[in-house]
């Protein structure tokens, strides 16, 4: 168990609908990393959040949309779903937002959001 | 952007040695990652290099050249439970980690 909670665990739904994934980092990570990964392709990196601001963002959509809390939760917004959104969606933590070559990220055990 | 090339797949015996090789071109470099994942589970950290050379962690070590942009991956005495894909992942020089698509080993009896 690497502390870092997601929710829920599965997800369905329909072309068109808006969907929300939620994070609980690792207790005393401040910094919150969302991945996609779909079958033929490896993780991609979406966004980073640090201590409630955005740190860092990838291949994100303007469809999707993140924020993190007061409390370090995180919450990625999916919305006007496509079917190529269908996919295993990874949060991850760490302690620092700061540049350190050396910090890893722990993951959840993710969301698996199919778009039907 | 990014650019992460390991084998997709590698087939090896239980008890047997097997190397998973990762190249990468990346605007900077701030380390190298190796992840462990189990089908439809999280990743799991297993090494890090930043210099180069070879890190040894019980059956696991991993290479870094940094001239060749070369890394590798080695899993000694395979067990069944290793079987597993591996990524690679890049830390750049805007301290971004990027994946590779990952290695899907297969350990057989």
New interface residues.
């Given amino acids: 168990d690497?502390g870092?909670t997601q929710t829920p665990k599965h997800l369905i739904t329909a072309t068109g609908q808006r969907v929300t994934l939620r994070c609980s980092p690792r207790s005393g990570d401040l910094s919150v990393?969302w991945?996609q990964q779909s079958l033929d392709?490896?993780?991609?990196?979406l966004i980073q959040y640090y201590n409630g601001e955005e740190r860092?963002k990838?291949n994100i959509l303007e469809r999707f949309s993140a924020q993190q809390f007061p409390d370090l939760h995180s919450e990625l917004n999916l919305s006007s779903l496509e079917l190529g959104d269908s996919a295993l969606y990874?949060c991850a933590s760490s302690v620092a937002g700061q540049?350190?070559?050396?910090e890893?990220?722990?993951?959840?055990?993710?969301t698996q959001l199919s778009v039907l | 952007g990014q650019n992460i090339d390991q084998p997709t797949e590698m087939t090896a015996t239980e008890g047997a040695i097997v190397q998973i090789n990762c190249t990468y071109q990346t605007s900077g470099f701030n380390g190298l990652f190796w992840y462990q994942q189990h089908a439809g589970e999280a990743p799991t950290f297993l090494s890090y290099n930043v210099l180069d050379g070879l890190e040894e962690k019980g059956r696991f070590s991993s290479f870094l050249s940094r001239s060749k942009g070369y890394s590798y991956l080695l899993l000694k005495e395979l067990q069944m439970k290793d079987s597993a894909s591996y990524l690679c992942a890049v830390r750049d020089g805007d301290y971004k980690l990027s994946f590779g698509a990952g290695t899907t080993v297969t350990v057989r009896a």
């Fill in positions: 690497s870092v990393y991945y392709q490896g993780l991609q990196f860092a990838g990874f540049p350190a070559t050396n890893k990220l722990f993951f959840g055990s993710g």
